[in-house]
């Protein structure tokens, strides 16, 4: 895998593969030195365009943990205020020859552009209403450990899923994995066709009691250029996910950051099911695992394997 | 491809109590030890061991295991993609003021205990770090040595030595073999 632009790149093992390697960055996120040395002396450059406060500090803290050096542009406050190009920034921050670009953009398909351009392996971190890999594989993390799989598990994805990467990437990847997943909302609020992608779709709350996971998303009110709910109290009103709506053993999800009392209410979002603070915790070890699988992927550890001794430099873990 | 068989189950079993032995005696102060294995085989002898010494000492000694894909001094290096298995490190206890004895499969090049040892210390400052192998073929890469060995093969660089246990592999043997000419060539 050379760069991680979309999780419909992505088949069932090597989302797995990504998410085992997470779990061994957990133990050392445990230690009193939780950084290890994998990637010492390459770089990483975060690219943002758009603001974010979990992906871009979980990717900064990832690329440190695993001893990379880190450049982090933020597009305000960049020469692109003064009118650079994404191209010519691309090729700017080509030239100190990092490991990795990880970039968040307005516009679907930037990260595409960019992995054209740079010789560095690129993450997508959002690129418009696109896709947001990194965000599918940390909820798939989170809940692969809280229910162990989730082969056969209903969840629903509600909220504005027009404007949503989040929705798009987390149902490919939802399925991808075995879940089941209808998509809610106002009729504005959902894509045509979408049920094409092979989800049940619901204009209205009233069977979630179905669901095992109830996945909200944010009302993104900067994409909202049009009205497309009378307005936030009224969408609140019909679909806001509330401890009345929500049953005792349903989990709950939010990709962040939430609008309090608009898609979840407060109570929800403190309730003990809601699993919002451990997906920011599987942020960071998804994110280290990302990038060690791009950067430090292709060879592997293979303690199984049947020795070694006929390369001239012998690749060290594997028994000699 | 031929094989030839250098130690069979009872040999590996002799060897290890022979190793448990050693261990205690230069160390009279058992209680102040701690093994840890290397993943997958080292950690799977450092278990025996940790048995044979707690028969051998009374004392329970402190046990975790160590995975040094983090460690690797050829991350990137583009080598045959091998099946994906991960694990994660275990030890959970405090490694300062103890004798911590690394325990591991073969040793070759030494490049594997030199990541071990590095990992080892992001977890504390152990006291002392000894080196446990069933097998030294030699052909070290690092001023590597061991302090406990259970056999010494002399192997040309090219063979394999192939270490089975009962636990991974379903029954305990080790046996040296030539690659095939196609391996060789790969």
């Known amino acids: ?320 | 491809m031929s094989e030839k068989v250098v130690l069979e189950h009872d040999d590996l079993r002799r060897t290890l109590k022979r190793i448990a032995h050693e261990i205690a005696e230069k160390n009279p102060d058992a209680a102040g030890l701690a093994i840890v294995g290397i993943h997958t085989r080292g950690a799977v002898l450092a278990r025996r061991l940790h048995a044979l010494l707690a028969e051998l000492t009374g004392a329970d000694l402190p046990i975790g295991d160590l995975d040094i894909s983090f460690y690797r001094d050829d991350v990137g290096a583009k080598a045959p993609a091998a099946q994906p298995v991960v694990h994660a490190s275990h030890i959970d206890f405090d490694l300062s003021e103890r004798t911590v004895v690394l325990v591991d499969d073969v040793l070759f090049t030494g490049r594997t205990v030199r990541a071990a040892i590095e990992a080892l210390f992001d977890y504390g400052r152990p006291r002392r770090v000894q080196l446990a192998v069933l097998c030294d073929r030699g052909h070290r890469e690092l001023p590597i040595r061991p302090d406990y060995v259970g056999k010494n093969l002399p192997t040309a660089r090219g063979e394999r030595v192939n270490v089975s246990l009962g636990e991974v592999d379903g029954s305990d043997q080790v046996t040296i073999s030539e690659p095939s000419h196609a391996e060789a060539l790969s």
């Open chain 1, 1 to 320: 895998m050379k760069h991680l632009l979309a999780i419909e790149q992505l088949s069932r093992e090597e989302i797995e593969a990504i998410l085992d390697r997470a779990e061994s960055f957990a133990e050392v996120g445990r230690r009193d030195i939780k950084k290890v040395p994998t990637l010492r002396g390459r770089t990483v450059v975060t690219l943002f365009y758009e603001s974010s406060t979990r992906t871009s500090s979980s990717f900064e803290l990832a690329a440190k943990r695993l001893s990379a050096d880190l450049v982090s542009v933020k597009a305000a406050g960049s020469s692109v205020d003064k009118g650079e190009s994404l191209k010519d920034t691309v090729a700017t921050l080509s030239a100190y020859d990092p490991a990795a670009i990880v970039i968040r953009h307005p516009y679907a398909g930037a990260a595409q552009m960019v992995a054209e351009w740079t010789e560095a392996a690129v993450v997508n971190a959002g690129d418009g209403k696109h896709e947001h890999p990194s965000q599918a594989l940390l909820d798939v993390y989170t809940l692969r450990r809280r229910l162990g799989s989730l082969e056969g598990t209903r969840i629903w994805i509600v909220g504005d899923v027009l404007h949503s990467r989040v929705a798009r990437s987390n149902l490919i990847a939802f399925q991808r994995m075995g879940a089941e997943v209808t998509v809610c909302g106002p009729p504005t609020l959902i894509p045509r066709g979408i049920e094409e992608l092979g989800c049940e779709v619901s204009y209205s709350l009233e069977r979630l009691g179905e669901a095992e996971v109830v996945y909200a998303l944010r009302m993104q009110r900067e994409r909202m250029n049009e009205s497309f709910v009378p307005s936030l109290r009224e969408y609140a009103a019909s679909f806001q996910i509330d401890t009345r709506r929500l049953n005792p053993r349903q989990l709950l999800m939010h990709p962040g950051p939430v609008n309090r009392g608009v898609e979840l209410s407060g109570e929800a979002i403190d309730s003990p099911q809601s699993l919002i603070a451990e997906q920011v915790a599987a942020g960071l070890v998804v994110r280290m695992a990302i990038l060690y699988e791009l950067l430090a992927g292709g060879e592997r550890p293979a303690p199984l394997a049947k020795g070694d001794g006929t390369a001239e430099a012998t690749p060290i873990g594997q028994p000699a």
